[in-house]
């Protein structure tokens, strides 16, 4: 079964890569989306095993050997997809979101020529994240983990007409090139302290490397702290954490559907699967979790302060994706992993909600993003306002502390900033803190979001901006979509279908499954058998915060709703007051704290300056002007020179002849004269 899971993608992708012009762009689409979706019905079966009955699971892991791989003198590495607890999580994640991104696209992308290629870099997109999270050493997850790259890279830039995607693409490549370095890196740190690249013989090892250090030019490092390092290293690369970050949004220039699956279920939460597959190691380096915990507290904030001000629909839900893997972070930082996989899980259904119900909002209003020109879409778009509504209250954490009444975000969000307050200390503090004020914003920015694209007068039938956003338009979508009237339309059954189930997991993900990633110790010791490690100490810790703790929350998102609420809905110009009153904090938030241009002028311009001087200066004027043509016109002359000797007439050849005995001649003769 598990291997059904794995490779249908991969068949999939093959057969519409390879011979879509021959079967043609329906068969292409029907072929992969029906085996995504036997593969998500599949891996539903496994984790249903997990779930229902849990103690009667055969084993906690089961390996299925594919090949022999690796063999290289002690080294010996087989192909084997593991399957455990954390693995059937993922499994359901990635294909069930992927399924449904596939039937969406059936839709979105009816008009464009190359979707036979498109669902072929879909399905392998798929492949790679399941052989990601069926790894069973460090090599083939590290061969998942450039996967689910080099597709990113693919899908990124689908539009290749299109500069802007070219350059998205381009960028998101580099950036995580600079993690994966890390990432590899920390591979072969963690062969050379533990001896092993298999995971459960690597996890037996760590014990034995407490107190042992690691000697770098004149300093001495824990060795478990490195190791663990260099794989955050790669894990903030693929999770877009604070200052790897920025390849995330310019994502967006991709089609919706890439959107939803890179932010919803593959790429961005590598890093998070990683972290937590790799407990046992992070449990070994205390030094380690604190960075792990303060780089997430620090993501959540910052993206949740830029969201603030975003007016391209698309990116104020990608900023919202980098905030909400910050939350993960801290989980995972302050040894609750659990709680990091339980918001993984829940916010791969609101946020692939969010973003294709953001792909519908722009098919309706014919490829435009900017919220500015939207307003007003609630009864044009009623289905596509509901399912939005439902993805906003469960991303906002919409429920009542202490009852099981909440969406899904709900639960987990709340499980994650409980778990902060419990790490107590200057770090607990700044951590809880942080995500409470990034609650707050993002309750702000979303329901911003809904005001502007739904209520309100509608602005779409003219160019209108409200003053709060004044610059930075967005890029709208390529306009495919012929045939229809310039009055904005509800998409069609085959891209709502896919929301109307993604809506049903937003709603119910955080209340049935809340017991098994954030309930008792125990529970959750027997749900997830050893695949991640528990804290009986920590996970008591964190239920028994104070009651305030429990509602800070649900009171910070009250307070964004009603900021939110007052300045879209009651007084409509108070946003451009207040940007005009803070014109430099605006443009800051606007600007994205510049971290682009701060980039541009440490990293970029030197490279490309580099890059002129060694093109300009050694490969023009040194091996081409100096050495091609120059010594290679030298050389040519000469031999033009050389050749005219050879005339080719004999009385030629026989007066030098003659020369050259006379010559010989006069030098035996001198030389002689000398001597004697």
């Excluded at 998070?272 to 997430?296: E, H, I, K, Q």
């Excluded at 469960?394 to 099981?404: E, K, M, N, R, Y």
């Excluded at 749900?527 to 929350?553: D, N």
Aim: proline share 3%; with cysteine.
């Amino acid at each position: 079964m598990i291997q059904a899971i794995v490779f249908f993608p991969l068949i999939g992708a093959l057969v519409a890569g390879l011979l879509g012009r021959i079967i043609g762009h329906r068969t292409s689409e029907y072929l992969t989306t029906g085996l995504l979706i036997v593969s998500a019905l599949l891996a539903w079966v496994v984790f249903s095993g997990y779930w229902f009955a849990p103690a009667e699971a055969e084993a906690s892991v089961t390996k299925v050997e594919i090949l022999r791989w690796v063999t290289s003198g002690p080294l010996e590495l087989n192909w084997i997809l593991r399957v455990d607890t954390l693995t059937a999580v993922m499994l359901v994640v990635v294909t069930t979101v992927s399924s449904l991104v596939h039937v969406y696209s059936i839709g979105y992308m009816a008009d464009d020529p190359y979707r036979a290629r498109f669902f072929a870099y879909l399905s392998l997109f798929t492949f790679a994240m399941l052989m990601l999270v069926t790894a069973d050493n460090f090599l083939q997850m590290f061969f998942g983990w450039e996967g689910v790259g080099l597709m990113s890279y693919l899908l990124i830039g689908f539009w290749y007409t299109r500069p802007s995607a070219n350059a998205a693409a381009i960028k998101a490549f580099v950036v995580n090139r600079v993690g994966d370095f890390g990432f590899a890196l920390g591979i072969f740190a963690a062969f050379m302290v533990l001896g092993h690249l298999g995971f459960d013989d690597a996890f037996a090892a760590v014990a034995g490397q407490a107190g042992k250090t690691m000697h770098f030019l004149s300093w001495d490092f824990d060795a478990m702290t490195v190791v663990c390092l260099l794989l955050f290293m790669g894990a903030m690369g693929k999770s877009a954490q604070f200052l790897l970050h920025t390849w995330l949004p310019d994502a967006m220039e991709g089609p919706t559907p890439v959107s939803a699956l890179i932010h919803a279920a593959t790429m961005v939460t590598a890093g998070v699967f990683m972290v937590a597959r790799l407990s046992p190691m992070f449990d070994a380096s205390p030094f380690a979790m604190s960075v792990v915990f303060t780089v997430g507290a620090i993501t959540a904030f910052f993206a949740a302060t830029v969201g603030l001000v975003q007016n391209d629909i698309k990116r104020v839900i990608a900023y919202s994706t980098c905030s909400q893997l910050g939350y993960m972070f801290v989980a995972l930082g302050a040894g609750v992993y659990s709680a990091g996989i339980f918001h993984l899980f829940t916010h791969a259904f609101f946020k692939a909600l969010l973003f294709l119900g953001a792909g519908s909002v722009i098919h309706a209003m014919h490829h435009e993003q900017d919220m500015r020109n939207m307003g007003g879409l609630a009864k044009k778009i009623p289905r596509t306002y509901w399912m939005m509504l439902i993805g906003t209250l469960a991303l906002t954490g919409v429920g009542i502390p202490g009852t099981p009444l909440g969406f899904a975000g709900f639960f987990s969000k709340d499980a994650i900033i409980e778990t902060a307050y419990a790490v107590g200390g200057n770090l607990g503090t700044f951590g809880f803190w942080a995500l409470v004020i990034a609650a707050m914003f993002t309750s702000f920015y979303s329901w911003r979001l809904i005001h502007l694209t739904f209520h309100g007068e509608a602005r779409w039938g003219h160019a209108h901006a409200p003053a709060d956003a004044h610059d930075h338009s967005s890029h709208a979508e390529p306009d495919t979509d012929h045939g229809h009237s310039h009055e904005p339309h509800e998409s069609p059954n085959v891209m709502l279908v896919p929301l109307y189930v993604l809506a049903a997991g937003a709603v119910l993900a955080g209340v049935v499954w809340h017991e098994n990633f954030f309930g008792h110790a125990e529970e959750i010791t027997e749900f997830f058998k050893g695949a991640v490690t528990v804290s009986t100490e920590r996970m008591e810790a964190a239920h028994a915060v104070p009651v305030l703790v429990s509602w800070s929350a649900t009171i910070a998102m009250l307070i964004g709703f009603g900021a939110a609420w007052y300045m879209y809905m009651v007084d409509k110009a108070a946003p451009a007051r207040l940007a005009a009153a803070n014109p430099g904090l605006y443009k800051f938030l606007l600007n994205k704290w510049y971290f682009d241009e701060l980039y541009d002028l440490i990293f970029v311009r030197p490279a490309n300056y580099l890059g002129t001087a060694l093109w300009k200066g050694f490969d023009d004027w040194l091996v081409d002007q100096t050495i091609v043509e120059g010594l290679g016109h030298r050389v040519r002359d000469v031999t033009n020179r050389v050749v005219k000797l050879q005339s080719g007439y004999l009385y030629h050849y026989a007066f030098v002849m003659l020369i050259g005995i006379a010559l010989l001649l006069t030098w035996v003769i001198v030389s002689a004269g000398l001597l004697g």
